[in-house]
């Protein structure tokens, strides 16, 4: 292999693996940086903006709940048409003895009437206390949730675009290889002529060279759908990525303390212990069926016509109604015991939750120094690879190495250079892990400049409203 083709493939090796360097200018709307990217996804990612909209759904739990509080009033309207006719005798006392009369009524009317009746809760076992603070629970489990989806997102669009800019680079070099492939090849025919080497030199630097236009074609299918894949998570066409760097600065200098963070701040396991308080409350409002219940009723109602004697009338009325409950089949006892199993369940499940993002949290913490490690290996190992190249090329010349001892130190030093891309790629990608397994991947940590979604402005918006439709944006 000549000197000029070795530099070109050091020269692309160089350019694509460097993980710091200039920004490059955008092309169109194409987001160029990690931190674009994360915005947008961020923004229009349809996973999570689905999320957001079911946490505005559970939002109108509360003032489900809360209406328990506020009376029930209703009106009440009838008419209709009615028509009567009656025959009547009366047997008189008088002379002559036994006489009779006989009297014919008969007529139409028009009954009708309205009505209001106002229907106050005044003490049913503090169900609706307990069903408010229920929803409330829900609605900070549904919030918990939505950090869990914002992290997945947001960890979904760095290994997108990592994985992208680690096959662009894989591709520039298996095309760089290629090349150098193709002038080896001329080389060795050129020395097939001068006698210098046999045909089976250049059969096997045919043979390399067809491996290596192979690699391309897969390195090009591998770049294509890494592509496709940032189109889906990012939710815009990828443009010329810009090297991104790791988040190792937001996250604890040592395992001991990223487990404590992980363990009580991840959304995992803050919506676990909301789960046990919904729990808890479900069991409260099953207690409160065995307590009296008391309401207060006040109507009026205004009737014409209701007969034919009868113009109209008027009537109102205040009552209470007080109900203990004595026996109702035994239903309210089983959903009782029902609710306290799941109760225990759930403070299970806060265990759980909370042994499964330890593991999560080693395995990141494992897996990002195992990254860096790489690199230095990585880097180490290019480095030889480099020399060794240039020791078998020169030995070759003098006829102490074979075509085959160039080809195979050749690969040796393309195989280096994409294990340190892929080490590179690892990194970046390992440290916004462990900053999600701990619970801290979210815009604001890392500095995105992006309006937050606050899920408390939708909830204000609805949770005293007594009327209406509409439903609020949330901004």
């Known amino acids: 292999m000549s000197g000029g083709g070795a530099r070109r493939l050091r020269t692309a090796s160089f350019v694509v693996v460097t993980i710091a360097g200039a920004t490059l200018p955008f092309a169109g709307a194409c987001a160029q940086t990690i931190e674009a990217a994360l915005v947008f996804a961020y923004q229009h990612n349809p996973t999570l903006n689905a999320q957001r909209a079911l946490v505005r759904a559970t939002d109108e739990n509360v003032p ?14 009838n008419a209709g048409f009615q028509t009567l006719s009656t025959v009547t005798r009366e047997i008189g006392s008088t002379t002559p003895p036994g006489a009779s009369t006989i009297f014919n009524q008969s007529g139409s009317n028009i009954p009708r009437g309205v009505g209001a009746t106002i229907t106050q809760n005044v003490l049913n076992g503090f169900q609706t206390a307990n069903r408010t603070r229920q929803a409330e629970s829900q609605v900070l489990a549904a919030r918990e949730t939505l950090r869990t989806t914002e992290q997945t997102v947001l960890l979904n669009a760095v290994t997108a675009y990592m994985n992208l800019l680690r096959d662009v680079a894989i591709l520039v070099l298996q095309r760089s290889n290629m090349e150098s492939l193709d002038e080896q090849l001329r080389q060795t ?70 487990i404590a963070v992980g363990t009580a701040q991840h959304p995992i396991v803050v919506t676990a212990q909301h789960n046990v308080d919904i729990a808890l409350h479900q069991v409260k409002v099953a207690e409160g069926a065995l307590y009296p219940t008391l309401t207060l009723q006040g109507g009026v109602q205004k009737n014409y016509e209701t007969t034919l004697n009868a113009l109209e009338s008027f009537s109102a009325s205040v009552a209470t109604q007080l109900s203990v409950p004595i026996y109702q089949g035994g239903a309210e006892y089983s959903a009782i015991r029902q609710a306290k199993e799941t109760q225990g369940q759930r403070q299970l499940d806060l265990s759980v939750a909370r042994d499964q993002i330890r593991v999560v949290v080693i395995q990141a913490w494992a897996l990002l120094e195992a990254s860096k490690k790489s690199i230095t290996s990585a880097t180490g190992q290019v480095t030889s690879a480099e020399a060794a190249l240039n020791g078998v090329r020169e030995e070759a010349r003098l006829g102490q190495r074979t075509t085959l001892d160039v080809l195979n130190a050749q690969q040796e030093l393309v195989n280096a250079r994409i294990a340190l891309v892929t080490a590179q790629r690892d990194r970046v990608v390992n440290s916004y892990a462990l900053l999600a397994a701990i619970g801290r991947l979210a815009p604001d940590v890392l500095g995105l400049t992006v309006p937050l979604y606050s899920a408390q402005v939708h909830y204000h918006q609805v949770r005293d409203a007594w009327a209406g439709v509409r439903t609020p944006d949330g901004r």
């Not at 489900?64 to 309207?77: D, E, I, M, N």
């Not at 390195?219 to 759908?225: G, L, S, V, W």
């Open 64 to 77: 489900q709940a809360l209406a328990g509080y506020r009376p029930r009033a209703s009106v009440t309207a």
């Open 189 to 258: 025919r050129t020395r097939l002529e001068s006698g210098n080497v046999t045909a089976t030199d250049v059969s096997q630097a045919e043979a390399r060279l067809a491996v290596g236009r192979t690699q391309v074609f897969a390195a090009e299918a591998n770049q294509e759908t890494s592509r496709a894949v940032f189109r889906q998570v990012v939710g815009l066409e990828a443009g010329r990525l810009v090297p991104a760097t790791s988040v190792d600065r937001f996250t604890p200098r040592s395992l001991p303390s990223a």
